[in-house]
């Protein structure tokens, strides 16, 4: 059974900083792409990075290109995403996500989400 | 980046009917196309892959068709449980990208 569990949300001030992670169970993130994905509350959902299975590709969307960093530590099977400089707008539901089984880049387990407010 | 445009935003329909969502790319994804369910509350849930592919867990009476920059998403039946939003993503190059969202509610 595959398990994605995000921590590591809470409330910072803009310019500050925070790490989520994402702890995965039942599979080895060295197997597949891992992505974050975030949602403002009431709003729809805008991917943010990802990490492929070799661990040395890193995609971002540019709204967050030298903020925000993907990384793993595959003896703990968990996922980061280090955020610096938050801003306002960096604000919502950050989602993990897996590849699906059978395409890369289509999500198909998520996590239930870490909220992040900047504020 | 690729934008991706759902439309309608939303959708008011009765139990029992036929649905049609469409989804269209801003430039040829060909067919690395996958739509989402998400319900209050909860994380989206992958249905279709590949424009035309049914997810192990997604119900047969969910279906996709297209390529190109015109998707489609088609509920035959809609049932209580599938009044949520549904989304559309391309996965052709990065960044990947998410269209806005149809909602269908009950009508």
């Known amino acids: 059974q595959v398990y994605l569990v995000e921590s590591g949300g809470g409330v910072i001030q803009p310019g500050g900083s925070l790490r989520l992670s994402c702890e995965a169970s039942?599979?080895?993130?060295?197997?597949?792409?891992m992505h974050w994905v975030r949602q403002v509350p009431g709003k729809g959902l805008e991917w943010v990075a990802v990490i492929l299975y070799d661990g040395n590709n890193k995609y971002y969307v540019d709204s967050v290109k030298g903020r925000f960093t993907i990384s793993r530590d595959t003896s703990k099977n968990t996922v980061y995403l280090q955020m610096n400089n938050l801003r306002a707008e960096d604000t919502g539901l950050y989602y993990c996500g897996r590849d699906s089984t059978v395409t890369r880049a289509s999500l198909g387990y998520w996590g239930q989400g870490t909220l992040v407010t900047v504020s | 980046e690729i934008i991706m445009t759902q439309s309608p935003a939303t959708l008011s329909v009765s139990p029992g009917e036929r649905v049609t969502l469409s989804c269209r790319a801003s430039q040829s994804v060909t067919i690395n196309l996958a739509w989402y369910q998400q319900k209050p509350g909860q994380p989206p849930r992958l249905l279709i892959y590949g424009a035309s592919n049914r997810a192990i867990a997604a119900p047969a009476r969910f279906s996709g068709s297209g390529s190109g920059t015109e998707f489609t998403l088609t509920i035959d039946g809609l049932q209580s449980e599938d009044f949520a939003i549904y989304y559309c993503q391309q996965y052709k190059e990065w960044p990947l990208t998410f269209g806005g969202g149809t909602k269908v509610e009950i009508k």
């Open positions: 039942g599979f080895t993130i060295t197997s597949y792409g």
